[in-house]
């Protein structure tokens, strides 16, 4: 590295293990401090501000930093040339190809299209009942969004890029290696084209700008926890009026205090008393629609049993019908009897033959046997 390039690292004062939000605050910063419009002019704190702008350029980017950490500025000023470097990487033979074969192998020598925006993640929590009926729920997130100063151009009020003289507009140049000629980003405009020379005061020369936005999501009903919702265009603005990305919402249910799900199934487990079981009754059970269904329990029933009620369980996302409601049984056995209770079971425990529990008698009798009695 020569005496003139400056360490990226260095201009912007991080270590070289630093992570890309603290490269960003660190731009950030520093724009602002050198930036020309809070200088009055000052050459010197213009060149600084044009150095802070580079360095964050190759920074940001996961491909340039990576190249910048093995070459250093060889890798975009063509210092690779005369031979090339013994460790060029598959993007050196990317643009090789590219140069030799053309579009087919990458689209020819054009101008870099803008990059998108990145796509955004929203975790929301919704109840169960929100799931069943689905609902319309405002949320707010922080989010790169386009700079309303210079509606995204990233320049100056008043001002426009200019076509970058280094590439002539075209986005990338040419270098001698060995016996090709390899073709990559402008190292003055990245791939852009243009330049700008006056950065907007707001946005830094980025074009957007982080700032709240709300946002209305309709959570549609059938939803379980792990749907995926997708707002198209509310991701983080594309960098100089580039396509902004998406945000997904991913949704989780809250535990029901009444209900499990198993897709579209609610499964709800309903103590009975031991008499109810002997004797057979009729509940009412009331699902999340707020219908009541009146439940048969058949004499003798016992614990573990499972009802189903048609119909009664939660929507279909996107489609037609419900699913079921599934109603356990769960035979309870009293703690508490009065002392009559206690007498009237006791009249009927001498009253028993055993083949009111086969169940019961079945499995004693199989312990005899198994045991010799």
Not at 5 to 16: K, T
Not at 96 to 125: H, N, V
Not at 291 to 304: E, N, V
């Amino acid at each position: 590295m020569s005496a003139t390039e400056i360490d990226f690292y260095e201009v912007l004062g991080v270590s070289r293990t630093a992570d890309d939000a603290t490269i960003k605050a660190a731009y950030r910063k520093l724009a602002m401090q050198f930036h020309p419009d809070r200088n009055g002019g000052c050459k010197e704190n213009e060149d600084k501000f044009k150095g802070v702008s580079a360095a964050y350029e190759c920074l940001k980017d996961p491909q340039k930093r990576a190249a910048y950490d093995r070459y250093g500025h060889a890798a975009f000023n063509g210092g690779m040339g005369g031979g090339g470097h013994p460790g060029a990487d598959f993007g050196d033979i990317g643009d090789i190809f590219e140069t030799i074969f053309g579009s087919a192998f990458g689209g020819g020598a054009g101008r870099q299209q803008p990059r998108r925006g990145a796509d955004l993640r929203y975790d929301m929590e919704i109840t169960l009942d929100d799931a069943f009926h689905g609902k319309s729920r405002e949320i707010e997130i922080e989010v790169s969004q386009t700079c309303g100063t210079c509606e995204g151009s990233g320049a100056k009020p008043g001002t426009s890029a200019r076509r970058c003289n280094l590439c002539s507009g075209m986005g990338k140049v040419r270098a001698k290696q060995g016996f090709f000629v390899v073709e990559r980003a402008c190292p003055n405009c990245h791939g852009r084209g243009e330049v700008i020379e006056s950065p907007c005061r707001d946005c830094g020369g980025e074009g957007r700008v982080d700032k709240p936005q709300a946002l209305e999501v309709e959570i549609p009903p059938g939803v379980d926890t792990g749907t995926r919702i997708r707002l198209s265009g509310k991701g983080e603005a594309g960098p100089r009026g580039a396509p902004p990305g998406d945000l997904y919402i991913f949704v989780h249910v809250r535990q029901h205090p009444v209900f499990e799900r198993e897709g579209t199934t609610l499964i709800t487990r309903v103590p009975i008393s031991f008499t109810t079981a002997a004797l057979g009754d009729s509940i009412d059970i009331p699902d999340l629609g707020g219908d009541h269904h009146a439940l048969s329990i058949p004499a003798g029933i016992q614990s573990g049993k499972q009802l189903r009620v048609r119909g009664a369980g939660m929507p279909v996302l996107q489609g037609r019908g419900r699913g079921d409601m599934v109603v356990e049984i769960v035979v309870e056995t009293p703690t508490k009897l009065s002392k009559v209770q206690r007498e009237i079971l006791q009249q009927f425990r001498e009253t028993e033959t055993g083949d009111e529990c086969p169940d019961s008698k079945g499995f004693f009798d199989r312990l005899k046997d198994a045991f010799g009695g």
